[in-house]
């Protein structure tokens, strides 16, 4: 292994991890760096879309969510305040339209079956508890510096991947590194509650197999069964502005289940109830950025480089899809600052269309009076198929990229 390429990766969430598996798979030797301890039970339900179950899929990941992972017959959109089928998408062809499943995984157990994969891949080293605590540009490569504990490290690598989360350490030193300043936002125009719910405290209604969406002013919720419909995921989204402190958890502040609550006492009695099954709460403002994504030797992926707001609820897919792109790019043999920004002005296309389209659900989700009551006649008129059609561009993967529907296994299986 020591004659392959050494690119070391700051990060081990579902980015990172799968940008490791990728770029082991081309051909690189692969440092991954996590400060935390890697504990499982961390955050809750993900959807996992087509244009991201192809890709992990292809790294043969999806067979270690087959206990745990669910495939929903439907989207079902409903309005917030009486209950009433809006529209109802089908997924049971999800694989035949895009090319692969949409599925719905607690990031713990997907975060579980990323490390179990890399744990098969020689190629990668993983160290936890192992923190980034500097890098520099040589000639050659990058030196970094890490700590593990009270222990300092020293790596030598060809290239860096910051795939740190929101509160990025890559980016804010590469913003240093090129004389720029790292606009942090301090506050944010949407709040997200989240809880788990034992599914035998739910009524029937809401244990159906399907993502339901419900509608309503100024706010939407989501709810869908997890781990073989012993649980149920909820997460409601409120417009509602929100200071962000920076040095707090802020993915897992705690809620007050008074408060959400009230916020929703005049929807259907079927969503009270379900609130009211909550037993704990957790909210994180919602954040959204795109600034700083290559330099040189370095590169940015997922949170690092752009959160994106949920209303598509691609956050987890971009990021995979990052991981991809970047092993698609990034050759052994490449000329890597070439490889890097290639990668960085492929990928923005992509992302600022998902932003901008989040910007607009976000529009339609909440919007209230008048407007609401057009768009739910719009939907209907539309039909499911159409409707179902208008995600093609995103479910059927970065084709401008990639060239087809799914990451080419011929990349990422080095053939």
């Not at 409903?78 to 607690?106: F, M, N, Q, S």
């Amino acid at each position: 292994m020591s004659d392959r390429p050494h690119v070391l990766i700051a990060g081990a969430g579902i980015g990172g991890l799968t940008a490791a598996l990728g770029l082991a798979r081309c051909g690189w030797r692969v440092t991954l760096l996590e400060r935390s301890r890697l504990a499982d039970g961390v955050g809750a339900g993900l959807q996992i879309s087509p244009n991201a179950s192809a890709i992990l899929r292809d790294l043969g990941v999806l067979p270690r969510l087959a206990a745990t992972g669910l495939a929903p017959e439907a989207i079902h959109v409903r309005r917030g305040r009486d209950g009433a089928t809006i529209a109802r998408l089908p997924l049971k062809d999800a694989e035949r339209r895009w090319g692969a499943p949409y599925l719905l995984v607690h990031r713990s157990d997907l975060h579980r079956a990323l490390i179990e994969a890399v744990a098969d891949e020689p190629a990668i080293k993983l160290q936890p508890e192992c923190a980034l605590a500097g890098f520099a540009a040589r000639e050659d490569g990058i030196t970094v510096a890490a700590s593990h504990g009270a222990t300092r490290l020293s790596f030598g690598a060809d290239c860096l991947i910051g795939a740190d989360g929101l509160r990025s350490f890559v980016r804010e030193r590469l913003a240093e590194t090129q004389n720029e300043k790292d606009e942090v936002p301090d506050r944010a125009r949407h709040v997200a509650w989240r809880a788990l719910i034992k599914s035998d405290r739910v009524a029937a209604d809401m244990r159906r197999p399907e993502s339901a969406l419900w509608l309503g002013p100024g706010a939407h919720l989501v709810h869908y069964p997890l781990r073989g419909g012993s649980v149920i995921n909820l997460v409601a989204v409120l417009d509602e502005t929100a200071a962000i402190d920076w040095t707090a958890d802020i993915w897992s502040q705690p809620g007050d289940p008074r408060r959400i609550a009230a916020r929703f006492a005049s929807w259907d009695r079927l969503i009270r109830a379900l609130i009211a099954a909550a037993d704990e709460w957790r909210i994180w403002p919602l954040v959204e950025r795109n600034q700083a994504w290559a330099a040189g030797r370095v590169a940015l992926i997922g949170d690092a480089a752009h959160p994106i707001l949920p209303f598509l609820a691609q956050g987890a897919a971009q990021a995979v899809e990052d991981a991809a792109a970047l092993a698609t790019c990034l050759k052994p043999g490449s000329e890597i600052a070439l490889a890097l920004a290639k990668f960085a002005a492929a990928r923005q296309f992509r992302v600022r269309r998902v932003q901008r389209e989040s910007h607009r659900q976000a529009a339609i989700y909440h919007c209230s009076g008048p407007a609401a009551v057009l768009r739910d006649l719009a939907i209907r008129a539309l039909g499911p198929q159409r409707m179902i059609a208008r995600y093609d561009w995103l479910y059927g993967g970065d084709r401008e990229l990639m060239g087809n529907p799914a990451f080419s296994s011929k990349i990422l299986h080095g053939r």
